[in-house]
Structure formats: structure tokens, C-alpha cells
């Protein structure tokens, strides 16, 4: 059965193109308010983060179509928040499952162990 990623591949292309920019996530495609800053990461609530699901379904359309350029962006964007991640994963849950899904799949494809995350200082994946 052939697959076809064309309408995923545009939807995650506009999500980055409007919601993701100089490593900041954004939580609406224009801010009424004058040089709000992004962040690093959006936390889960009530709802999934709306960043770790993206940087989740980026990486499995990554990894069916073949794109590096995609996989590296969604690794940058989830290694963009790691300090957050570090001190307050209880509120992360969604962007830690996008890790660990890339982590195993990596595994997976090494045939090596997925090896324990690094210092809350430094990238977390690569």
C-alpha cells in the first residue's frame, strides 16, 4: 500500500513556518502585543503541548519520507527547551515522549541501546 504524506508534509510545514522561529516557539501566528518573546518550549496543560506534538509527528514524517532537514529541525526545537525539560518534565510530558520515540527509533535502526540523556547544560539528543 502506498502512502501518501503529501497533506501531513504541508500541514507541519505551515505549523513550523508559523509557530516556530529563532528557536522560539510562538502561541499565535501574530502577537497583538509588541515584541513578545517566544518560548523555549510550551508546556503541556490540560491539553498535549502543542510543540511536542509537532516535534512528534515531525519526527515519524521524518522518518517515513526520509528527511533529514525535518528530523534535524524537530531535534533543535526539542534540544531548544532542554533546560525546561530538565528541571520541570512533569509539565513535558508530551515533548519527553517525542524524545524517547526518537531515541528508540534511533536504537532501533543502531542496534545500540538508546544511551541515558546529557546535562541539563547540553544538548539532550542528537
Do not use: C
Not at 512533569?90 to 524524545?99: I, Q
Amino acid at each position: 500500500m502506498q502512502v501518501d504524506y503529501e497533506v501531513t508534509s504541508r500541514v507541519v510545514k505551515a505549523a513550523w513556518r508559523r509557530f516556530y522561529g529563532s528557536q522560539e516557539w510562538r502561541l499565535a501566528e501574530a502577537s497583538l502585543i509588541v515584541g513578545e518573546a517566544g518560548q523555549d518550549v510550551i508546556l503541556d496543560g490540560p491539553m498535549p503541548s502543542p510543540s511536542g506534538v509537532l516535534a512528534q509527528v515531525s519526527l515519524d514524517l521524518a522518518r517515513a519520507t526520509g528527511n533529514p532537514a525535518l528530523r534535524e529541525r524537530a531535534l533543535a526545537a526539542l534540544n531548544s527547551g532542554h533546560r525546561e525539560l530538565a528541571e520541570n518534565p512533569l509539565w513535558n510530558a508530551t515533548l519527553l515522549r517525542a524524545m524517547l520515540s526518537y531515541l528508540e527509533m534511533r536504537s532501533a535502526a543502531t542496534g545500540r541501546r538508546a544511551g541515558s540523556a546529557r546535562s541539563p547544560t547540553g544538548p539532550m539528543i542528537q
